[in-house]
């Protein structure tokens, strides 16, 4: 009995110390990311530039908080931060800082306004990103020039006709006016922007349309687009997808630049982008060509 | 043949070893195929990889077995007038589903999605009567030398400064989530399957790495994880689901399953939310005013390789 006894722990020695050997080399397979990344951080200031900056972005981040864009450049942009431990709000691309991941759908926004066409959506399930914090130069636009007094303001001198004629001031302002590219030279600035409140835009009776609802502006023309964007069918939404879920709706001008509609080489109204990083190369090939080639042979 | 492994697991608890993994190992090894398992089963070995997982990557990972909801058929469309090819829909993929993201050995970094970039042809009037055989025209699409029409295949790793470029159409694939899905018909060990609400998933334990589902895919959806993933644990998505983006180990295979720990939960997949021109269409093919079911109604939509009877839930359409 004894002996029985001295075999089974012999075997269950022998058995643990195998067990502890193998998930000895376990370990040490799963610690092998880490060292690869070592290896990658260690090689990265031999690479210029970008690398460099990548590697030093850690230490940065405290001071200089991460900006990324949304939809095109010059447009939304989210700053980066930790809502809890570990969760960022959105994680940005380092190669062209585009947003890449939302940790929060939903961080910064707003209720959108009424529109009509939205009456199955429940209340607070329709959201958008307001513009107002960027607009902060627009009241200044009221009280500065257009303020209705001054020697060339009284009484304000608005355009008697809508005839284009470049401003000389406004394009020194913006300098995008210069190649204002909509409606093939059918449309103006007041086609769109308020006569007297400069902070709104304008629909089709002369009432003020808020920014944060500028596809009622939009829609004046392109009726086709609101019915696919009120329905989902076009434009950008994250959130939830249930059709009466809560989502952020993403607002014409956050991926269409108003005031050069057509840019971009295929000229479908977004501008060009510069592309994420490719995926690594197959095994042996050291460049893209091999795709170039038509693959059947005649 | 009882398997070492499973003899290991046994000498360690007849040593009567203090160390959780041996345990873990034990259980892990004897775990049923997740469709066998009984609730209790799937809460403790739900248990048991948060516990793991959490050690392992240093932060409060959960791993989520929320089943599917009644009434729901998932589907997905995809504009492809719009796509632009950024590859932002690739990247977002990896940064929420704990893909490997190695850069050193080959295989070591899986990306679900691809990008596919198309040459555009032209039906131009001189090139109409060219073609193979000669005379016969646009009827057979071109050859080599006088190209009609869209004569390459796709290219995978064009790099321009800028997209969306001149003559280029652009076109996302993954996992079109098929309704009679190749993989399934040939996984010999029954792990991919198709879920109630319509996505075809993995149970990753059972994955043996035949890699006969990855030769069955018609979308060449499917990646088989060569090399032990490599997942920095900055990185890694502590917000998981047992059947979607848990960590892998060397060996199983994987592929796209529409983030299910996001949409199980009534979330927009990650690709849909970072498209910067909205191409992307996630929703309910059973809920009539769902944005796929309305993209249905009144676009034109067509599905990749529909010839093959696999039905996909994956919806191209253009305007």
């Known amino acids: ?298 | 043949m009882l398997s070492l492994s499973s003899l290991m697991g046994t000498a360690a608890l007849m040593a009567e070893s203090d160390d959780a993994q041996a345990a873990i190992e034990w259980a892990e090894h004897f775990q049923k195929n997740y469709r066998l398992m009984t609730d209790e089963e799937k809460a403790e070995a739900r248990a048991r990889l948060e516990k793991r997982y959490s050690e392992e990557y240093g932060k409060q990972v959960t791993v989520d077995t929320t089943p599917a909801q009644p009434g729901v058929l998932m589907g997905y469309a995809l504009n492809i007038r719009k796509c632009i090819g950024c590859r932002r829909c690739v990247h977002a993929c990896v940064a929420e589903n704990n893909q490997s993201r190695g850069k050193n050995r080959p295989g070591e970094k899986i990306e679900w999605i691809q990008v596919l970039r198309m040459e555009r042809g032209k039906f131009d009037a001189e090139k109409m009567n060219h073609g193979y055989p000669e005379g016969l025209g646009i009827q057979v699409g071109g050859n080599a030398y006088t190209p009609v029409g869209q004569v390459l295949e796709g290219q995978y790793h064009y790099t321009p400064d800028l997209v969306p470029e001149k003559d280029a159409t652009y076109m996302p694939i993954a996992c079109m989530q098929c309704e009679k899905p190749p993989c399934v018909k040939v996984c010999p060990v029954r792990t991919t399957y198709r879920e109630p609400d319509g996505v075809v998933v993995i149970d990753y334990n059972w994955c043996i790495g035949c890699r006969m589902c990855m030769g069955a895919c018609p979308y060449w959806a499917r990646r088989l994880n060569v090399t032990n993933p490599v997942l920095p644990k900055e990185e890694m998505n502590p917000v998981t689901h047992y059947l979607g983006n848990r960590p892998r180990m060397r060996g199983v295979v994987e592929k796209c399953h529409w983030c299910l720990q996001r949409t199980r939960h009534g979330r927009y997949p990650a690709c849909v939310e970072v498209c910067p021109v909205g191409a992307r269409k996630f929703g309910n093919l059973l809920d009539p005013n769902s944005e796929v079911s309305l993209i249905l109604a009144r676009k034109n939509v067509f599905r990749l390789k529909a010839d093959l009877n696999t039905f996909p839930k994956f919806f191209y359409f253009y305007d």
């Not at chain 1, 990265?44 to 690398?51: F, G, L, R, T």
């Open chain 1, 1 to 298: 009995m004894k002996k029985i006894a001295l075999y089974t722990t012999i075997f269950a020695l022998f058995g643990g110390a195998l067990y502890v050997a193998v998930a000895a080399g376990k370990t040490g397979a799963a610690t092998q990311p880490a060292e690869a990344q070592a290896a990658t951080t260690e090689a990265a200031p031999a690479q210029p530039a970008a690398a460099a900056e990548t590697a030093a972005a850690p230490a940065d981040a405290a001071k200089e908080p991460v900006v990324c864009f949304e939809s095109r450049k010059g447009a939304s942009e989210v700053t980066q931060r930790e809502i809890r431990p570990g969760w960022p709000n959105v994680k940005c691309s380092p190669t062209t800082g585009a947003a890449l991941w939302y940790g929060d759908p939903f961080d910064g926004t707003v209720p959108m306004g009424k529109m009509p066409g939205l009456e199955n959506i429940p209340e607070g399930h329709a959201l958008v990103k307001p513009r107002s914090e960027k607009l902060a130069i627009l009241p200044m636009c009221a009280t500065a020039c257009h303020n209705g007094v001054g020697p060339k303001f009284t009484p304000p001198t608005l355009p008697k006709d809508k005839k284009p004629t470049p401003i000389p001031t406004m394009e020194g302002l913006l300098p995008e006016l210069k190649e204002f590219q909509h409606g093939r030279g059918r449309l103006w600035c007041l086609d769109c922007h308020h006569t007297t409140q400069r902070n709104k835009l304008v629909d089709n009776f002369g009432d003020p349309i808020d920014f944060d609802q500028s596809q009622l502006l939009c829609g004046k023309c392109h009726g086709d687009k609101l019915r696919d964007w009120r329905d989902g069918i076009h434009g950008k939404r994250i959130g939830e997808w249930a059709s009466d879920g809560k989502k952020r709706w993403f607002l014409c001008t956050e991926c269409h630049n108003p005031h050069n509609v057509q840019q971009g080489e295929r000229n479908r109204g977004f501008a060009q982008l510069q592309p994420e990083p490719p995926p690594p190369l197959p095994k042996g090939m050291p460049d893209m060509k091999h795709e170039l080639v038509h693959p059947v042979a005649h």
